[in-house]
T-cell receptor, first 115, second 115 residues
Framework: AQSVAQPEDQVNVAEGNPLTVKCTYS??????LFWYVQYPNRGLQFLLK??????LVKGSYGFEAEFNKSQTSFHLKKPSALVSDSALYFC?????????????FGAGTRLFVKA | KAGVTQTPRYLIKTRGQQVTLSCSPI?????VSWYQQTPGQGLQFLFE???????NKGNFPGRFSGRQFSNSRSEMNVSTLELGDSALYLC??????????????FGPGTRLTVL
């Protein structure tokens, strides 16, 4: 079965430093991968997705993610973190199910950016 | 363009009662999915609707049901509420027919508390 793993419950980084939030996946076919961010008392906001093509995907708010097929990873990155980036980040994969597709989410990684 | 709206935002019920949550997708979006978010289980897929038809269903008991109307608005119903049903219920809409590359746009959620 398809699955997504986010190995870190929490990531701490100083403002201005680069940040990485890790994600690994397991799929039987082509991977369709997504990153979402959730701020307190809010729904999920779409950041970026990988469907095919370039391994480096650029998304909203300066975030990017690198798809690595050999390592089955899709890590989220940002060159310079902001305090306002502090939030809960979810990696997700679209999985074909009996009737169509569904989204499987990782457990989430809480990012703290310290000023 | 207005985003996904969910009503009500907060709800308090007692065990044994039933509840109906509403979701209005982004204009033009025809696919609506529902998710349950809890601290222990994370984000779990409930069901997906497209053109008034349930296309996919997660592993939830029959107490959880939903429907979609001709204007793409969707409702989900939980009957005989249990304490464990306390959660944030998120609705997401997407443009197309629930394919693998669809980007889902989430509403702010309905926070259900069961006492």
């Amino acid at each position: 079965a398809q699955s997504v793993a986010q190995p870190e419950d929490q990531v701490n980084v100083a403002e201005g430093n680069p940040l990485t939030v890790k994600c690994t996946y397991s799929v039987s076919g082509n991977p369709y991968l997504f990153w979402y961010v959730q701020y307190p008392n809010r729904g999920l906001q779409f950041l970026l997705k990988y469907i095919t093509g370039d391994n480096l995907v650029k998304g909203s708010y300066g975030f990017e993610a690198e798809f690595n097929k050999s390592q089955t990873s899709f890590h989220l990155k940002k060159p310079s973190a902001l305090v306002s980036d502090s939030a809960l980040y979810f990696c997700a994969v679209r999985d074909r199910d009996t009737g169509g597709f569904k989204t499987i989410f990782g457990a989430g990684t809480r990012l703290f950016v310290k000023a | 363009k207005a985003g996904v709206t969910q009503t009500p935002r907060y709800l308090i019920k007692t065990r044994g009662q039933q509840v109906t949550l509403s979701c209005s997708p982004i204009s033009g979006h025809r696919s609506v999915s529902w998710y349950q978010q809890t601290p222990g289980q994370g984000l779990q897929f409930l069901f997906e609707y497209f053109s008034e038809t349930q296309r996919n269903k997660g592993n939830f008991p029959g107490r959880f049901s939903g429907r979609q109307f001709s204007n793409s608005r969707s409702e989900m119903n939980v009957s005989t509420l249990e304490l464990g049903d306390s959660a944030l219920y998120l609705c997401a809409s997407s443009l197309a027919a629930g394919g693998p590359i669809d980007t889902q746009y989430f509403g702010p959620g309905t926070r259900l508390t069961v006492l």
